[in-house]
């Protein structure tokens, strides 16, 4: 448990670095914020949310957050959100392809998303990361169940009384 933890900080704190460019903005657990004026790249954040009142010229990509465009802004590649929402203000839009699973996208007026749109706004989508987790779970408990079964012995009771 101590090597996951350690191995997961390891990672996460090492996010920034693995950047392309300056530009581009990598964070897990802390919200992104393209301020006004500024310009980002590519932006990836997981358990937080993007909030972008400046200019995106990159992709976005969440996981377990929403992504909320300021009216007249713009991402100018793609978006993928697992378990968060697009909001789009009006007159905003997405130059790329937009795919969310177990999210939504709102749109203000005029606000476009200029490549495909791909939706799956049902939220058992949140599973699919942790399928394979839940089935070799699953397959651990049937072998733990069958070797107990097969290890305990009942009771024997002796003839002519119930119990």
């Known amino acids: 448990?101590?090597?996951?933890?350690?191995?997961?900080?390891?990672?996460?704190?090492?996010?920034?670095?693995?950047?392309?460019?300056?530009?581009?903005?990598?964070?897990?657990?802390?919200?992104?914020?393209?301020?006004?004026?500024?310009?980002?790249?590519?932006?990836?954040?997981?358990?937080?949310?993007?909030?972008?009142?400046?200019?995106?010229?990159?992709?976005?990509?969440?996981?377990?957050?929403?992504?909320?465009?300021?009216?007249?802004?713009?991402?100018?590649?793609?978006?993928?959100a697992l378990g968060g929402n697009l909001n789009l203000g009006a007159g905003s839009w997405v130059k790329g392809d937009v795919a969310i699973a177990?999210?939504?996208?709102?749109t203000g007026d005029g606000a476009a998303i200029h490549g495909s749109r791909a939706v799956a706004p049902s939220k058992i989508w949140l599973l699919l990361p942790f399928a394979p987790l839940l089935i070799l779970a699953g397959l651990i408990w049937l072998i733990v169940w069958v070797v107990r079964r097969n290890r305990y012995q009942f009771p024997a009771y002796p003839p002519g009384r119930r119990f």
């Open 102 to 106: 177990a999210g939504d996208v709102m």
């Open 1 to 80: 448990m101590r090597r996951l933890l350690l191995g997961f900080a390891v990672v996460s704190l090492s996010l920034p670095a693995l950047a392309k460019s300056g530009n581009d903005r990598a964070s897990v657990g802390d919200d992104i914020t393209i301020s006004e004026g500024e310009t980002a790249a590519d932006v990836a954040c997981a358990f937080c949310s993007v909030h972008v009142h400046g200019e995106v010229t990159g992709d976005v990509a969440v996981a377990f957050g929403d992504i909320t465009v300021d009216p007249g802004k713009s991402i100018g590649g793609d978006v993928a």
